[in-house]
């Protein structure tokens, strides 16, 4: 096995796990805390599966960075929205829970 193959398996495993963790603290911290709500949750759960899936990707690939390439730009574009997200969430989601509650009342 060459050293870039490896590298790449080293770097698929180092990713995944990553998902994985990103996934549960999202989970544990966020919605059942009260911490974020829906909107958020959605977009973590369906983005944290593509990096997932990506990250797979990564370690299934022989020859080449392409996978590797895609996970990278992937991540950067998680962080962005998954920070979008939870403003997002922070704005529509607290105006849904004032106007629940105002009907409700």
Wanted: zero cysteines; charged letters at 10%; glycine letters at 10%.
């Amino acid at each position: 096995m060459n050293n870039m193959l490896i590298e790449n398996d080293v770097s698929a495993k180092v990713a995944i796990v990553a998902a994985l963790a990103d996934a549960g603290i999202e989970y544990v911290v966020g919605m059942p805390g009260g911490y974020t709500g829906a909107i958020y949750g959605m977009a973590a759960v369906i983005m944290g599966a593509v990096m997932l899936a990506l990250a797979f990707r990564v370690r299934a690939e022989q020859h080449g960075y392409t996978a590797s390439k895609q996970l990278f730009a992937f991540s950067i574009l998680y962080l962005f929205l998954l920070f979008a997200m939870l403003l997002a969430d922070r704005l529509w989601g607290g105006l849904a829970a004032q106007a629940v509650s105002h009907f409700a009342a």
